[in-house]
């Protein structure tokens, strides 16, 4: 998987084609993002070379209960480079995102988390008997229009990023980062506006020094 990621990040930079992965069997997973794909997916899919493979699925993590339009989404980027998804799954987590949601107390994790085998038991039963499925997604019809828009901004949300002096300077923040969009300078994080929205260095930096608010 980090090999993978490591190349999504250097074909983004370098502008190079196209993915390639011989596997016969390929999984793809990531959270929703606006009832549809993070622009990090949306990029690596329209790349994606998969000359070997015979079953392709997905798993989308999702802070709500309401599916949205990602399996159809993934279904569109591969059919375009003549890749066929077999199975697609949605599959319910904490949410964290609090910049559009209430974020779970520690009692509805845990509550979630405790579902969580039995849901992942069934995936699992997909994959490793390849079986084709996929989750009925209600609302597909409203991915693209609240999808869309967000990947279109979405680089320019770290300028909601502020630091407090409790940083210590500890650069936990830029090492999380996948997609490697924090500098530390004297001593502190700027970001290079290219933020994918994961919010990563918010939720693990150890002293809550990093604040978020929208203009």
Known sequence: VKSISTEILENKNNHRNMISCDADKVGIVFPLYYLGLPKIIHEFLNQLELPKATYVYMICTMGWTLKGGAISQVKQHLLSNNITLSMGSYIHMPMNDFTYATVCKPEEQSKILNQFPKKMNKIL??????????????????????????????SHTDQYFTVTDACTSCGLCSQVCSVKNIEINNGKPEWKHNCESCLACFHYCPNHAIKYKEG
């Open 125 to 154: 039963d997909y994959i490793e008997q390849s079986k084709k499925h996929f989750d009925f997604e209600p609302i597909k019809f409203m991915a693209d229009k609240k999808n869309i828009p967000f990947c279109n901004e979405v």
